[in-house]
């Protein structure tokens, strides 16, 4: 089968079982997805599918073999990397390629104005620190890391209306 | 020069853990690894007869005692894996399935037959339970009872008393990363990259256990995902992994899945802890009772410490402190963060709080008038104390001043409001350790090490980020074959550090993750004295330290800095591996204490012997220490909204006031701080292992049933600190920082939730079924 990562396709012989994760983490070297629960549950496995936020683990490789999958590798020098190193958003660093992948395509969605589960009608403001929680909620921190993630967030999102990428 | 120590340096390893390039156990290419997935127990007591593979599987190998090789014993009869028929908990590693593809192996896990002769099993700790005993001693070596005065006559004769009982549940550790091993043999020498918090000790179990010297195990372990206690000695995972290898002949590389993680890593034990309080109506006590039941497995004896912080936090002339345990078909409990203080000072804390009530007295005054001169149990004078001080300077950054004490009185629309405050303390030690400082020629290549080189980059001491443009480095890690380390941070032109809103106070890690060319060069490492200029040299710093996110690896360069007077950047910090310098286990708050103390040690020896290497030895002066009257004190203050119709409970505002000695870094210090109230947090409303009396099975084993903090639940947090000396612990006078966060920090909301809604919960997590009943006027 193939897999088109970070702009690179890959030809691949793969067990048809082989989730996505597990064809980034145990057959193209891509380590930088991490494996928290492989249910679904923590999102330390969020990469961007076509642009959109996904776990990782609870998808098919061999059913995702035409969409661009883009990994925290192919985020390099993204605002949001650069705002978890300014505001301290991370301890032990597990969940953080999930955060950062996953912080990247929220902000695509709210981009887009895109509402979540607190947006109240008529509210613009997408990205007050509320929003970001509630839009991060999918990917879990143990470290308690969640304080300093949302300043970050807030840093990239201001930097990326600065400089439209 | 400006002191390294305290300043709020940026994670050496920041750009690594931004970029996805930071390796983890089960992340080091291994040509023809094959995979094992570990067969678990369905029952919880009984004998294993027999193992059966499909043969419609492909595997290389299927073990269990039947077939395994003999292991030697060690003290932790949970690494005698595959070695006995006997089944002692639902969830006990009972068989090893390797095969080439991690699919076939967990197919194969599935698939396996277990003939098993089932037996009876009792899983319900409960205080009246007619097996229930008091250890020879707690955890790690206190006695299991102290007592002193006459408490029963003090408790009759008190003006005032509480008399409570507080439950709290099984609670996971749950690292975001779970437990994993990749094991490989080279002849007779093993080499495990492991995800642990003390590679050192590891290294020493793996050898006892394959019969092996010292020399012939390495255990590598650069970036941990958390351990929280879980990770503290070698599990199950390591010890299959390096059976597996050595009988496939092939790496095996053995990552546990989630619910493999609330079983045979530990957890918190449950608790039921009995409290009693005499006191006089001006609020002095004259009786302090503390009573704790917890349990252990059939397999090995854990007695949590449960009661031992009640031994040092509050004066009274009668006191008495107990432990009682029971053996259940259940896993082993193990420690997690805190272990013993956190749920022995959520029941004392939340006691207070019910005594502070019933006097109808400010709960912060009623504990400063309790504050002891000395340690209450032995007299010992404490090396610092500040708990009033944290209580005082809390409440005034917090706002506690105006609060009505009487519960029930603050209405916001649907939603109750009340605030709560608890004390927070935690055992202030240290460790034998062993570090070495070598003398690098000046601007000469940090020789290329698989293992943990990290260099402090273009950061200089005092936080300031050097100009962008003569930085070259990125937060060069050696470990070969590392594509483009730093550099995958900055590729895209990141912003210079000057641009960065943090640059003045907080340093911008900018400036590491911005040296692009260098770091892309490929595994090769540039030194730092390359990029400053400088001309004192570089050192570098090694130690069997693991780094599980505390920033153990920034503040140790931190502290060799100081201690040889030179600039952070100077400094080439090597960790997270057991073929370096021996030593002690990431865990009981220790680390920095420990390890900086040897850093601090041989950098002051290579100073005084002039020559290119010291090493040094800590074992000695710590043996030699006092160990009482040493701890850190904290007080939490927390608001919380309780949704008058639904029960749902809010927490607005939290905020940690902490007396820590010296504080070596304030950036990583205080998220580590934020991160221990935030698992108080969870402790308090939503973490609970939901116990399955007939299966002996926690039921919620996943993430998504056992309920964690997550992003939409931490709203306004924070955490400052005291400035406080203390010459007698340590070299650097630090304490410890990791665990006191979640020491106090439930309590401080339960006692919050009672200010709100006059309902007083005694068992944790306060869910909504506990509060509705009663929240309805």
């Known amino acids: 089968m193939r897999l088109i990562v970070n702009g690179a396709k890959h030809e691949l012989d793969l067990d048809p079982r082989t989730t996505v994760l597990d064809a980034l983490r145990e057959h193209l070297g891509l380590t930088g997805a991490k494996k928290g629960c492989d249910h679904g549950q923590c999102g330390a496995c969020t990469v961007l599918l076509a642009g959109r936020r996904v776990n990782s683990c609870l998808l098919l490789a061999i059913a995702h073999q035409d969409t661009e999958i883009t990994t925290v590798e192919g985020l390099a020098g993204h605002p949001v990397q650069q705002g978890f190193l300014d505001h301290d958003g991370f301890q032990c660093g597990y969940c953080t390629p999930g955060q950062i992948c996953s912080a990247a395509g929220m902000l695509d969605e709210v981009a887009q104005g895109r509402p979540s589960a607190v947006t109240e009608p008529h509210d613009h403001d997408l990205l007050s620190d509320t929003e970001i929680r509630e839009r991060m909620s999918g990917n879990l921190c143990r470290c308690g890391a969640y304080p300093n993630m949302v300043p970050a967030i807030r840093q990239a999102a201001a930097q990326a209306q600065e400089t439209p990428r | ?777």
């Open chain 2, 1 to 777: 020069m400006t002191s390294a120590i305290g300043a709020p340096l940026a994670r050496l390893e920041g750009p690594l853990k931004v970029s996805g390039a930071a390796k983890y156990a089960a992340e080091y290419p291994q040509d023809d690894v094959a995979y094992g997935w570990i067969v678990t127990s369905p029952v919880p007591h009984g004998r294993l007869r027999s193992v059966i593979a499909d043969p419609a599987d492909t595997v290389l190998a299927v073990l269990w005692h039947g077939n395994a090789p003999r292991i030697a014993e060690t003290d932790d009869p949970e690494l005698a894996v595959l070695q006995s028929d006997r089944i002692a908990y639902r969830g006990q590693p009972v068989a090893l399935v390797v095969a080439a593809t991690l699919e076939q192996a967990r197919r194969a896990a599935q698939t396996v037959q277990l003939d098993i002769e089932e037996l009876g099993h009792d899983a319900v700790l409960r205080a009246d339970h007619p097996e229930l005993y008091t250890p020879e001693q707690v955890n790690p070596a206190f006695p299991a009872t102290t007592s002193a005065g006459d408490v029963e006559t003090a408790l009759r004769d008190a003006e005032v008393a509480v008399d409570v009982v507080y439950e709290t549940p099984a609670l996971h550790n749950n690292p975001m990363e779970p437990h994993a091993t990749i094991a490989r043999w080279d002849g007779d020498a093993l080499t495990a990259f492991d995800s642990n918090q003390h590679p050192s000790g590891v290294a020493a179990t793996l050898a006892e256990v394959f019969s092996l010297q010292p020399d012939q195990v390495r255990v590598v372990t650069e970036h941990v995902g958390g351990g929280f206690g879980s990770k503290g000695t070698a599990r199950p995972n390591a010890v299959l992994a390096a059976m597996g290898a050595k009988v496939v002949g092939r790496p095996v590389k053995v990552a546990l899945p989630r619910q493999q993680m609330f079983t045979m890593v530990g957890h918190r034990t449950p608790t039921i802890q009995r409290i009693r309080l005499g006191a006089s109506r001006d609020g002095i006590l004259t009786a302090i009772d503390h009573q704790a039941t917890s349990q252990t497995s059939r397999l090995f004896e854990f007695a949590e410490q449960t009661a031992v912080s009640t031994r040092h936090m509050y004066a009274a002339p009668n006191r008495h402190t107990t432990h009682r345990l029971l053996r259940l078909d259940m896993p082993t409990p193990r420690w997690m963060r805190a272990p013993g203080e956190a749920p022995g000072m959520f029941a004392l804390e939340c006691a207070m709080d019910e005594l502070a009530e019933k006097l109808g007295m400010d709960p912060i005054e009623l504990r400063i008038r309790n504050e002891p001169d000395a340690e209450p149990e032995d007299g010992t004078p404490f090396t610092s104390r500040h708990y009033v001080e944290c209580l005082r300077q809390g409440a005034r950054r917090f706002g506690w001043e105006d609060r009505d004490p009487r519960p029930r009185r603050r209405r916001e629309g649907d939603w109750w409001i009340g605030t709560g405050v608890a004390g927070a303390t935690y055992p202030t030690m240290a460790q034998p350790s062993v570090a070495r400082v070598r003398k690098l020629p000046a601007n000469t290549d940090t020789p290329t090490t698989p293992g943990a080189t990290t260099t402090a980059g273009a950061l200089t001491a005092d936080g300031a980020p050097s100009a962008a443009g003569t930085s070259t480095e990125g937060s060069a890690v050696t470990a070969a074959g590392v594509p483009t380390a730093g550099g995958a941070a900055s590729a895209g032109g990141a912003p210079s550090a000057g641009s960065a809103p943090s640059a003045g106070s907080a340093p911008s890690a900018g400036s590491a993750a911005n040296g692009g060319g260098a770091a892309n060069g490929g595994g090769g490492t540039v030194s730092g004295a390359a990029a400053t200029g400088g001309d004192a040299g570089r050192f570098e710093v090694a130690i069997g330290a693991a780094d599980l996110g505390t920033g153990a690896r920034t503040i140790l360069a931190q502290i060799a800095a100081d201690a040889l007077g030179v600039p952070v950047s100077a400094i080439d910090i090597r960790i997270g591996d057991s073929s370096l310098p021996k030593a002690s286990v990431a865990g009981g708050s220790s680390g920095s204490a420990s390890w900086g103390w040897a850093v601090t040690g041989a950098c002051r020896e290579l100073l005084a012997s002039g020559g290119d290497e010291a090493t040094f030895d800590t074992t000695e002066l710590i043996q030699q220490q006092e160990t009482e009257g040493r701890h850190a004190f904290g007080a939490h203050f927390a608001e919380v909204r309780v949704d008058a119709v639904t029960g749902e409970v809010r927490v607005s505002r939290m905020f940690g006031m902490f007396a820590a000695g010296r504080i070596l870094n304030a950036r990583t210090a205080r998220s580590q701080f934020l991160g221990g109230m935030i698992m108080g947090m969870g402790m308090a409303l939503h973490e609970e292992g939901v116990l399955d009396p007939a299966f002996a099975e926690w039921v919620n084993h996943d993430l998504a049933e056992y309920h964690i903090p997550a992003h939409a639940d931490v709203e306004d947090i924070d955490a400052a600190w005291l400035d406080e000396h203390d010459d007698q612990i340590n070299p650097m006078g630090s304490k410890g920082i990791g665990e006191i966060g979640i020491v106090g920090s439930p309590a401080a909301i339960v006692n919050a939730i009672w200010h709100a809604t006059g309902i007083r919960v005694r068992d944790l997590p306060v869910r909504l079924d506990k509060l509705l009943p009663n929240l309805m006027e």
